[in-house]
């Protein structure tokens, strides 16, 4: 009897660990994909070496002058984690799975992460006390190829539209493991 209990708690783990796998595989999936889109545009619109100075200036000439400027701020908001976006509900769905199966101190360490994750990229937005000058950027002549802005578009719809079917990849997943 103590055996079957020790054997079901050994596939009861398993099972805990292949399931936060295939989230945190998922998460890091989109994210990457969605972090390389944000350096696309970047590197293609500016030839800045960018660090924590030229950042709000960047951020600023996109919000005033830049035709992109909500395919910037949509990349960056689903980079954050907030909802209505695709990796927000992949980190709530991980975070489910945990409630469930560990400790508590390892669930506030989960959400803190989560938190300090999302209020990296909020900080964007809030940025004050920047002179802004126009000719400290270099702005590249570079054609953007639309094409491509396009499929970024398409994800970001997509990201935004995960909300119909996020419920529907959590069953499946459910399923296959």
């Known amino acids: 009897m103590f055996e079957l ?13 292949t399931d936060m796998i295939t989230y945190l595989t998922i998460y890091i999936y989109f994210y990457l994909l969605t972090l390389v889109c944000l350096q696309y545009l970047l590197k293609t619109t500016f030839s800045n070496k960018i660090n924590m100075t030229t950042l709000p200036q960047i951020i ?12 910037y701020i949509g990349l960056i908001l689903a980079l954050t984690g907030i909802p209505p976006f695709l990796l927000f509900f992949i980190k709530f769905n991980y975070l489910i799975e945990a409630v469930s199966r560990v400790s508590i101190v390892s669930i ?5 992460i989560f ?14 006390n920047v002179n802004f000058k126009i000719d400290t950027l270099d702005k590249k002549k ?26 529907d990849i959590y069953m499946f997943i459910n399923l296959l493991v």
């Open 5 to 17: 209990k020790q054997d079901q708690s050994v596939v009861f783990f398993n099972y805990f660990i």
């Open 60 to 71: 600023l000439y996109i919000s005033k002058f830049s035709n992109l400027k909500t395919t």
């Open 108 to 112: 506030i360490l989960i959400f803190f």
């Open 115 to 128: 938190l300090l994750n999302m209020l990296y990229y909020i900080q964007v937005f809030i940025v004050k």
């Open 142 to 167: 570079k054609k953007v190829d639309y094409r491509l802005i396009f499929l970024i578009n398409l994800l970001l719809m997509l990201y935004l539209l995960s909300i119909l079917f996020v419920t």
